[in-house]
């Protein structure tokens, strides 16, 4: 006698079950939502047709899918960011509270970890994506990638050498974050020139992207005086709010109820080292609600 055929559902199913965790792979991949979620169409559509008799594995299956199409996607999105007006930076997520709680999890989806994971090549940035936060093996990982498990060891020790020497200097607890952000707001708020500078490291960077869409700064400000000047100029009606952006305390800035502006924040040793000012409204839908991000 037969087996039974696995039922449609059963694709269904297991895909809806890993479904998270694969959004999580592909934006950590992309720092894009909206092409995170192309990348699940087509996970999805690949998935549909694999026969999962033959499949000993759902999530491995799954995530090697997810990694194949968003490394296509990757090069794809590298070509037009080439032609993007100003600074390019990730699409936030407004984030559930268990992401913040997931340290890990929470650091590898911060603004600033996925600029320095800009800095890899596509094939480097998904190796390390897949070992560090995911902690896949080498051979999955090879599997995935298209290459040999020997090769993908060197390509993660070369990114994990590449990122430690670029990502923030320690790690920076939440209450931290969240009083150094406090205290810009204030400063911001009040127009107070000097307690912006006290709370803005000397050599702080504010990016800017407003994707030719909306006013934007289209070269990185740098320097604690350059910065602050800047902020200083924040329209009087608009409000600061406080909000949680993939993982971390931010900044949400409204003008008449309407969200203009997202501010995350770099802190190191207490103070602000890099500001990232998302205000290209096609990057602003993800915060109309939570994003579930799963390891």
């Known amino acids: 006698m037969t087996a039974p055929a696995e039922s449609p559902d059963a694709a269904t199913e297991a895909f809806l079950a890993h479904r998270n965790l694969l959004f999580t792979v592909a934006y950590e991949m ?24 033959a499949v000993e594995h759902p999530r491995a299956y799954l995530v090697r899918i997810t990694t194949r199409q968003a490394l296509g996607r990757l090069r794809t999105l590298g070509r037009r960011k080439e032609s993007y007006v100003g600074p390019w930076l990730p699409e936030p997520l407004l984030t559930t509270a268990d992401v913040a709680e997931d340290v890990e999890l929470a650091d590898s989806v911060s603004m600033a970890m996925l600029l320095v994971l800009e800095t890899l090549t596509p094939t480097e940035r998904a190796v390390f994506v897949l070992r560090e936060v995911f902690d896949l093996g080498y051979e999955e990982i090879a599997d995935a990638v298209g290459k040999n498990p020997a090769a993908v060891r060197q390509i993660a020790h070369r990114a994990r050498s590449h990122v430690a020497a670029r990502r923030p200097r320690g790690p920076v607890s939440r209450d931290e974050t969240r009083d150094a952000l406090a205290a810009f707001q204030r400063a ?10 006290d ?16 006013q934007a700064v289209l070269k990185p400000l740098v320097g604690a005086g350059r910065v602050a000047r800047a902020l200083t100029r924040i329209r009087a009606e608009a409000s600061l709010e406080p ?18 502006t997202v501010l995350a924040a770099r802190i190191d040793d ?16 993800r915060m109309a609600q939570e994003t579930a991000l799963r390891r």
């Open 199 to 214: 709370i803005l490291a000397p050599d702080v960077v504010l990016l800017g992207d407003g994707g030719g869409i909306v």
């Open 188 to 197: 911001v708020e009040t127009g107070d020139l000097q307690s912006l500078l």
């Open 270 to 285: 207490g103070l602000i080292t890099g500001l990232y000012a998302v205000r290209n409204p096609e990057k602003l839908s």
């Open 243 to 260: 909000a949680q952006v993939n993982g971390h305390p931010a900044l949400v800035l409204r003008l008449g109820g309407e969200l203009d």
């Open 30 to 53: 992309l720092g894009s939502a909206a092409d995170a979620e192309d990348v699940l169409q087509e996970t999805w559509l690949r998935w549909a047709a694999v026969d999962l008799a």
